[in-house]
């Protein structure tokens, strides 16, 4: 995409609510062919440029992945950029919080000078000096996604812990005074508010809070990490259900509401497909939920990026959605374990 046609994007995505992009997205994110083992180059890439977070929300994975805690460097940041030059949407974050790396503005400028549409998700619960939030905004970055799930103290805290609301609202207010100081439009700020037991009595208050900060609100659904593969979390599924989910149904899944019986998606694995991850040392996981170094399955200092998209794991993987018959390798991989989608046969 050429540098008008990416503006032309960017002029009319950028004003679409935050909801109906969510809608696009997910329609989107299965338009694809699983019977098609080895699919186009993707589009879409997950990037985590540092996988240390300052938070420790309980059905996190971050602290206690069986991973080691490093950073990416800007170097190995250009030369997956330069080895997967189809990607056109860039995800910076998955493990860790991006935002406290110094690098991270940087790549993001990187990214949108090769016209790809760059995204931050942040705890945003920090402090930082006014300058920063200047050179955020200068960055580029397209959305920046605030996790935030708590319209009080009391509430946020109940998760988000170790978190301090006061210091994301104040960072949210620094980012919209610096918008308007640099006379920038983007980021598109959300606030993203998991709706649990404990702050769902706060929905109302939160939307008035963003309207007169006049950023997008989003109130998700929350996973109880059973969408973990590789990594089990201390009591029962439905220990962590009486504990956490709503009594609202409207912000409970589907899978929970019926007995939660595996799968959880009734659809293929999308990432499979069409989303790769790269973890901070450059190696590539097959989706964001792998905590493990076990399940990586290519390194992309040592392989071009089709080398490992196209590999027995990966082509292996996307047989067990596929319909007809697969006479390939059959080494098992996370994937054969995996319960979040509805697989067209048995492994």
């Known amino acids: ?10 002029f009319f995505w950028q004003r679409v609510p935050i909801n109906i992009q969510n809608r696009i997205a997910e329609w989107l994110k299965f338009r694809f062919n699983p019977n098609n083992l ?31 805690k490093g950073k990416m460097s800007f170097d190995t940041f250009k030369m997956v950029l330069d080895k997967m030059p189809s990607v056109k949407v860039l995800i910076l974050f998955n493990w860790g919080e991006p935002l406290l790396y110094h690098e991270t503005p940087g790549m993001i400028r990187e990214a949108v000078s090769r016209n790809i ?24 970055l397209h959305q920046l996604v605030i996790s935030a799930d708590g319209a009080s103290q009391k509430s946020y805290e109940k998760y ?39 702050n769902e009595h706060e929905i109302g208050r939160a939307r008035k809070m963003a309207r007169e900060m006049k950023i997008d609100i989003m109130f998700d659904k929350m996973g109880l990490s059973d969408d ?52 901070p040392d ?32 990966y082509v292996y993987s996307r047989s067990l959605f596929a319909a007809p018959d697969y006479e390939g390798s059959t080494t098992r991989t996370i994937c054969s374990k995996c319960d979040i989608f509805e697989k067209a046969k048995n492994n």
Not at 1 to 10: G, P
Not at 49 to 62: E, Q, R, T
Not at 164 to 189: C, F, H, Q, S, Y
């Open 117 to 140: 549409y760059t995204v931050v998700h942040t705890n945003f619960s920090f402090r930082q000096k006014p300058e920063f939030f200047d050179v955020l905004v200068g960055s580029g």
């Open 160 to 198: 988000r812990v170790k978190g301090r609301l006061d210091w994301v609202m104040e960072n949210v207010g620094m980012t919209v005074a610096a918008k308007k100081r640099l006379r920038k439009r983007d980021p598109k700020i959300v606030w993203k508010f998991i709706v649990n037991r404990f």
């Open 228 to 279: 973990i593969p590789d990594m089990t979390f201390p009591g029962t599924l439905d220990e962590r259900k009486d504990m956490w989910l709503p009594r609202d149904s409207r912000f409970v899944h589907d899978y929970y509401r019926n007995g939660s019986k595996p799968p959880i998606n009734n659809k293929p694995c999308n990432q499979l497909f069409t989303s790769p991850v790269v973890n």
């Open 282 to 313: 450059g190696k590539v996981a097959p989706c964001c939920w792998i905590t493990s170094r076990e399940n990586v399955w290519g390194d992309l200092s040592k392989e071009s990026f089709e080398e490992i998209w196209y590999n027995e794991k």
């Open 38 to 68: 080895h699919p186009p180059l993707p589009s879409a890439l997950t990037l985590d440029p540092v996988n240390v977070c300052n938070l420790d929300c309980p059905l996190c994975a971050s602290r206690n992945q069986d991973y080691d």
């Open 1 to 10: 995409m050429n540098r008008f046609l990416f503006q032309a994007y960017l």
